[in-house]
């Protein structure tokens, strides 16, 4: 079994519904394995529940990596955020993700459709996927953001 055997993980609002379409296109396309945890429909839905579906799964080890879309990307990160163990960047741009995976060992990649064009997103998102963690200096600091760590002495 290789890392590529695992699925990527992708959730949605209704604002997303199309981009993500379009992200889990590339995906497969690229050879990857996806896991769609919806929406799949334009009803409108709260995003927290998509960000929590693919949060559980990344924690669980059912997922890879985790890629969130909403309107903004803004509520659907600030979602995943909340779980211990997810590190989820709100990406505009393909250096935004290469150093997300770089430096801070993202595992969700979120980003907004109505702010973020499909190309930019696609671009972004093979750069995450690209981009192993750094390491070194770095791992220092993603330490510190471990649910085990504390701020308080
Ligand atoms: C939905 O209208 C919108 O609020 C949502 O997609 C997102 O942008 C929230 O952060």
Redesign the pocket.
Known sequence: MTPQDIPVALGS????IALKATLREMLEAAGHKTLDMGTNSPE?VD?PDFANAVAAAVLEGRARFGVLV???????S?AANRHPGIRCALVHDTTGARLSREHNDANVMAV???VTGPEVALDALRAFLATPFGGGRHERRVRKLTPDWSPRP
């Open positions: 609002d209704h604002a997303g409108s995003y909403c309107g903004t990307g803004i509520g659907i600030i907004g459709a109505r």
